[in-house]
């Protein structure tokens, strides 16, 4: 099961695929996906029925929007993958780099990833998101992932000199507009277990730049959220980046940022494609 929210001429609705286009269900009595996945699996099965007999549209007449625009947390794992962490001159962490991104930097699929006039350093790195659907502290691990009820794409687009001008990373990850999520939220039941194993690969206009497996990570989705879930209490809707593997642009040479005109994409294998173009506001005002 695979659920997404558009809008469409000032409406919001709920949408499931039908072949290459859309069912949508306009107005759901059971509210947006936040108030959903609040609620559990079994309202996640209700949503996808009722979408299922809503109108058929095609994806090019709906904007994707962030499919939750209301997490409790947004919680991003970085230097989760060896090979991202050597390329940034880290040794591989023996508990998981965290930092936070704010809802406020959230778009979805389709929505341009804003180059801020501040910087050029605009970075792309792709990553699979785990949203928790049942809350919990202290999570054994071998429970763990019956506290996630989806995944989803994510770009966290990084404004690297932003990022480094301190040792923490939060400015450089919170720009508005740089937080790309979406289109879908798929349930696991459509996934190998933690959703491991699966291809996840950017690219920046049509080139690949990261390829890597879901099962390179450093800490995998249930160790994560046995982790996370020894010091804070997860709640429903929680956002869980996972991590981006070797290939950003920061790391090479020549660097490789993105720049206004450019478009990226994010694919991982059964969850689907995340597209953003690139845009500056300063050049489209």
């Not at 609705?13 to 286009?21: E, F, I, K, R, S």
């Amino acid at each position: 099961m695979r659920l997404a929210k558009i809008s469409m001429a000032g409406r919001i609705g709920l949408a499931v695929p039908a072949g290459d286009d859309l069912r949508v269900l306009f107005d759901s009595p059971l509210g947006d996906l936040d108030s959903i996945i609040s609620s559990g699996h079994e309202a996640m099965l209700e949503a996808a029925s009722l979408c299922a007999a809503g109108v058929i549209l095609a994806q090019d007449d709906v904007s994707f929007l962030p499919p939750l625009i209301r997490p409790p947390k947004i919680v991003c794992v970085g230097l989760n993958y060896p090979s991202h962490a050597d390329e940034s001159g880290f040794v591989a962490p023996e508990f998981p780099t965290l930092f936070a991104r704010f809802r406020s930097s959230l778009i979805g699929h389709g929505a341009p990833l804003v180059k801020p006039p501040q910087s050029e350093q605009l970075d792309f790195e792709g990553e699979m998101v785990a949203i928790i659907g049942k809350a919990g502290k202290d999570i054994h691990r071998s429970r763990a992932l019956d506290h996630v009820i989806g995944y989803s794409i994510f770009n966290d687009a990084s404004v690297r000199d932003y990022q480094l001008k301190t040792p923490q990373w939060t400015a450089g990850k919170n720009f508005d507009g740089t937080g790309a999520l979406g289109p879908w939220i798929v349930t696991p039941d459509e996934l190998p277990t933690g959703a491991a194993g699966l291809k996840l690969e950017t690219r920046l206009n049509g080139q690949v730049v990261q390829s890597a497996s879901t099962t390179d990570m450093i800490f995998d989705v249930a160790t994560l959220v046995s982790l996370l879930s020894t010091f804070m209490t997860l709640e429903c809707g929680d956002i869980l980046v996972t991590g981006t593997p070797a290939g950003v642009g920061m790391a090479r040479n020549p660097p490789l940022f993105m720049k206004d005109g450019d478009f990226c994409e994010v694919e991982i294998e059964g969850i689907g494609l995340l597209h953003n173009p690139i845009r500056s506001p300063l050049l489209h005002a």
